[in-house]
């Protein structure tokens, strides 16, 4: 039985080592290819009619103007009569012509005819909803009622945070071919091998019959895992014009309207406890949407699971606006932020310093260690101690506050197989079906591999994106970077243990007693006797040797090559013009573990790109729609804010590399990181006004409103 | 997108006679080509003013600075005879904090581009009827009492009219006229009518600027530091006499259809000495006619910081 086991910390010499990604000049030259990328030759373009009705039953569809244009190759009915349309922004149809501005043309000149029906957008107010509120049922542990009752403090807070959108920059979409035989399919996606078996079952065909590549693709977050109506309709609209490959993307505004959200979350909060800051009692009654299926429910209290008497009302309500689909940690930034902030009222209640309150009640949670640790060193890195002042002590026009957000995540690796080839000229290749979203996976697989045959980077040819390649789970939930590591770690070593048993006899040592190390062979514990790996792989014959290395999700954990459950805390730095109600932020700093890191420098990079998407989440993002129309009216990059560079101020990273967590074996890092951001943010921000703001983003109007309340109260 | 013709005329009168029904004027392009993508417009000819030259260049005539309309923002905010006079101009355009559009980005541009109102850009016309008023007007004006709750979206405009700047048109007849600049953004009363007064076949072919010194300065109050558009602005000039004013000049941007002169402020300044008292006491009288609509009165307070900060900048003194 092979030793899959990672080296010891202190023997690795590419895992664990501040690499540049790979493909970063490819990406930052232009030369990477994106599937939106993809112009091939005779190539179509396509374009949806969508629905600008909320709510609206079709009743009739005449595509015949469309079909008379010059150029227009093949249209396509997708909601026909009869169907009742629950958002705006619904595929109506679809058109492909030699142009974009052809099938723009086109699908304008279809006519369709609706029975508008009344419809609901906006969950803010949940008084105004009326039957499209659902009750989740109550949930009591412990006697909530009395530990109000007989506390020594309490608080009661509204927290809000809205719909939110994954804006990608490369908006959903792909570019597909339908041969005589199969299907080319080019499609921006976090799922390489399981969206060509999705397309197939949208199109009835066999899975066999697709064959996906993306080698590169312009975020996802979450939302593009499957192959999506709209991948559907560009394959049937190619079959209808004759095979040409056809390219369908969302343009901007469809993709802020229907390509995912992630859920709002508002809630009535009330907090007991004692003057010491201990927490006794929790109630919330809270309310989410995220389109016309309801909402998330986030976990409520979060990370703070074991408040001894709570009571949890939640409702879910159903809004006629684009769907939901997982948005980096679903329903995580949400429970942090209503949880956090609540916790810091009753921090502020009671004049504390809500560090110590976090640290007083970390035997709530589950890892309370982990999170003590790793407060301290958030508070060491932003001078928390030497800042920190009551917000109601602050004085001036312009003040500064500090907050605090923590995270919790699995992020155990999925499922996932490799194969490792080692050519007799000793090149290696690595063949593997998952994807690069953007984490630098190409570049943590190549580290493995190299560690594990000893050799350097640019020894180890990685090939994904591909699903002819062996299959590797999808990229959610963090899972990637623990399911890819552990099966190529596996590949590596059977491929190199099938090396060692060809080399062993001319050597006259036992393969056991061989390892590969500096781009030899070598006998262990006498270095003289060795070959380069160059001459060993000679001794092989013709053939060449490939492995397979599989990540069972089961077994895993047993391994030890990866596990789940990464915590962090966030800590931010704001500053607030008190006469605008202006928000900027100072800094924010990380501090997260994630067991084994292979790569500190892209984790890192990883994130601040979490601790960006906090400050637009915190300051700017919000889906905003309008009740008579319907619509969504900031279904552009203009009014839907995302930050610029002077917006993010300066960001602070400390993975957490120690020898305790390395020993834990690799954990996922994408979602946790994106988790305690916008609760770090909204409560720096409270404390530099002496007054919470009830609902993110922190909008000038939403600071002034808050201040002025607290005047009037 | 419709098609539409291009022409590339060199001089103003082959531009003019370029410009029948139908037809647009392009210069920067950073906004009229969204419109047209976005089809609020459907030109059926582009008129490309770039390539005349006398519609170029910054300089000094007679009583007059003389900036030409195809001068990029960045041109503007870049040249020293405008350093050295109107920082209220240079702040005005660095307040579009996008190079590119900076670059691109013309000064008639900046005045003639339309609003950005978001019921109109998604084709409920400029008026939009009924739904700013119930909908989502947190970004529209909170002054003008008619039927126009867009915010002219123009960043100059509100610095040229505070330093009393006149704008030269040429119409297809041969002759010009001089329009002050307080004269030129209007409030549209029915939908069809435009917000700016340039009819469709004239062109800016001068923006004139008085010389006097006076101190002058722009503060923009923007939610994000990254490009956005202004929540409110504020642009003064200060005439001064000794350490006191002689005379003031006060125009919010971005709180209406049209700038907003703030009068009664103006007036109250008259011999007064600019502390942070007396600018704020003159941005509190600015937004005192405001009438903000369901979600924007916040806008009000901004509005009255953007006044006591441009004060107090002009006058160099600290603003927070």
Known sequence: ?713 | MVNFEYANPTTVKEALSLLTAGAEILAGGTDLLSLIKDDVHQPKRLVNIKGIKTLGGISKIGNNFRIGPTVTLDELASNPLIRGAFPALVQASLGITSPQIRNMGTVGGDLCQRPRCWYFRTGNGLLAKGLVENGENKYHAIFGTGAAHFVSASSLGPALMALGATLKIASPDGKTKDVPVSQFFKAPSAEGEREIALAANEIVTDILIPTPPTKNATYEVRHRQAVDWPLATASVSLRMSGSKVAAASITMGHVGPTPVRATEAEKMLIGQTITVDSAEKAGAMAVMGAKPLSQNAYKMQLAKVAVKRALLTAAGVKTV
């Open chain 1, 1 to 713: 039985m092979a030793e899959y086991k990672w080296p010891p910390m202190e023997q690795r010499k590419l895992m664990g080592k501040r690499i540049a990604r790979l493909d970063g000049p490819m990406k930052s030259s232009g030369r990477a290819k994106y599937p939106s990328d993809m112009n091939q030759p005779g190539l179509l373009f396509a374009v949806l009619l969508t629905s600008p009705h909320a709510h609206a039953k079709v009743k009739s569809i005449d595509v015949a103007p469309a079909k008379a244009i010059k150029g227009v190759t093949a249209v396509r009915v997708i909601s026909g009569p009869g169907t009742e349309i629950q958002w705006a922004g619904t595929e109506v149809a679809a058109v492909s012509a030699v142009t974009e501005e052809i099938a723009r043309d086109a699908a304008k000149a279809i006519v369709v005819e609706y029975e508008v029906l009344t419809h609901l957008v906006k969950e803010e107010n949940l008084a105004k909803v009326g039957p499209r509120a659902k009750a989740a049922g109550e949930q009591i542990t412990g006697d909530p009622d009395k530990a109000f009752q007989d506390s020594e403090a309490k608080i009661s807070g509204d927290y809000g945070i809205p719909v939110i959108t994954h804006c990608c920059l490369e908006p959903h979409g792909s570019v597909v071919a339908w041969g005589n035989d199969k299907i080319d399919f080019w499609p921006s996606t976090q799922a390489v091998s399981t969206v060509g078996g999705d397309l197939a079952k949208l199109l009835e065909l066999p899975a066999t019959q697709v064959k996906v590549d993306c080698q590169y693709m312009g975020g996802g977050f979450g939302s593009k895992f499957p192959a999506d109506r709209w991948g559907a309709e560009a394959a049937r609209l190619s079959k209808e014009s004759g095979g040409r490959p056809v390219k369908l993307f969302l343009d901007r505004a469809t993709e802020l309207t229907i390509a995912g959200v992630r859920p709002s979350h508002f809630a009535k909060i009330k907090v007991a406890g004692k003057k010491d800051g201990t927490m006794t009692g929790w109630q919330s009654e809270s309310w989410a949407s995220g389109g016309i299926g309801g909402g998330g429910m986030a976990p409520l209290p979060y990370v703070f699971t074991n408040i001894p008497n709570r009571r949890m009302n939640h409702t879910q309500v159903s809004l006629n606006a684009g769907p939901a689909r997982a948005w980096r940690a679903p329903n995580h930034p949400q429970a942090s932020f209503l949880t956090c902030s609540a916790i810091s009222d009753f921090a502020a209640e009671i004049g504390m310093d809500p560090y110590d309150v976090f640290l007083k009640n970390l035997d709530l949670t589950l890892r309370a260690d982990t999170y003590r640790k790793q407060l301290v060193k958030g508070a060491e890195l932003i001078d928390w101690k030497k800042k920190f002042q009551l917000g109601s002590a602050k004085t001036g026009n312009i003040r500064r506050g500090l907050g605090i957000g923590i995270a919790t995540w699995g992020g155990a690796g999925h499922a996932s197989k490799c194969r490792l080839t080692i050519h007799p000229d000793g090149t290696v290749e690595v063949e593997i079906g998952s994807q690069d979203i953007g984490t630098a996976t190409r570049t943590c697989i190549t580290q493995v591999a190299a560690e594990t045959l000893g050799l350097p980077m640019s020894a180890v040819k990685v090939k994904l994106g591909n699903n002819s390649y062996p299959p590797s789970g999808p990229s959610g939930g963090s899972t990637t970077i623990g399911g890819v590591s552990s099966s190529t770690r596996k590949a590596a070593v059977n491929a190199l243990e099938k090396l060692l048993e060809k080399v062993a006899p001319g050597m006259g040592v036992p393969p056991d007693q061989l390892e590969a190390n500096d781009s030899r062979i070598v006998a262990k514990g006498n270095p003289n006797k060795a070959m380069s790996w160059k001459q060993a792989c000679q001794k092989m014959g013709p053939t060449a040797i490939s492995e397979m290395g599989e990540n069972e999700p089961r077994s895993a954990a047993r391994e030890g090559l990866n596990t789940q459950g990464a915590s962090g805390i966030q800590m931010a730095e704001v500053e607030v013009d008190m006469e605008t109600g202006v928000v900027r932020i100072v800094e924010v700093v990380a501090v997260q573990d994630c067991g084994l890191v292979v790569n500190p420098r892209t984790a890192e990079s990883q994130v601040a790109g979490a601790l960006i998407m906090s400050v637009c989440s915190a300051l700017m993002e919000e889906r905003i729609m309008d009740q008579t129309t319907g619509r969504v009216l900031n279904a552009d990059m203009e009014f839907y804010k995302l930050a610029g560079l002077p917006d993010v101020g300066k960001l602070t990273v400390h993975m957490d590399i120690t020898k305790e967590h390395d020993s834990r074996g690799i954990i996922g890092l994408g979602e946790p990181c994106a988790i305690g951001g916008v609760a770090a943010i909204a409560n720096a921000a409270a404390n530099a006004l002496g007054v919470r703001v009830p609902m993110v983003p922190l909008t000038p109007e939403r600071v002034l409103a808050a201040l002025a309340n607290r005047r009037n109260a």
